[in-house]
């Protein structure tokens, strides 16, 4: 199981890199940024399980990029939508 969650977040994050760099999805929307998270949080299990602490250490970045990055863009959102 942990091998399935593995490869279905290579895929995640690959689907997403193709859409952006074809211009099919721009880089700073949620649907692109949700995408690496979620594919850090599959990738980073299997990581994690096979003790590939390094690689464990690049998803938490990973992670913490998408989501700071999704934090930012809602709150920019927030400020925008409410006449600030």
Do not use: D, P
């Not at 490869?7 to 994050?13: C, E, H, L, P, Q």
């Not at 859409?19 to 690496?36: E, Q, R």
């Not at 250490?57 to 409410?82: D, M």
């Amino acid at each position: 199981m942990i091998e399935v969650l593995g490869y279905t977040g290579i895929a995640v994050v690959l689907v997403a890199y193709y859409l952006v760099s074809t211009g099919k999805l721009a880089g700073t929307s949620y649907w692109s940024n949700a995408a690496n998270i979620v594919g850090a949080v599959l990738v980073g299990a299997n990581v994690y399980a096979h003790q590939a602490y390094a690689s464990f250490v690049l998803q938490c970045a990973w992670f913490a990029l998408g989501a700071y990055a999704v934090a930012r863009k809602y709150a920019i959102g927030r400020k925008t939508s409410s006449g600030n």
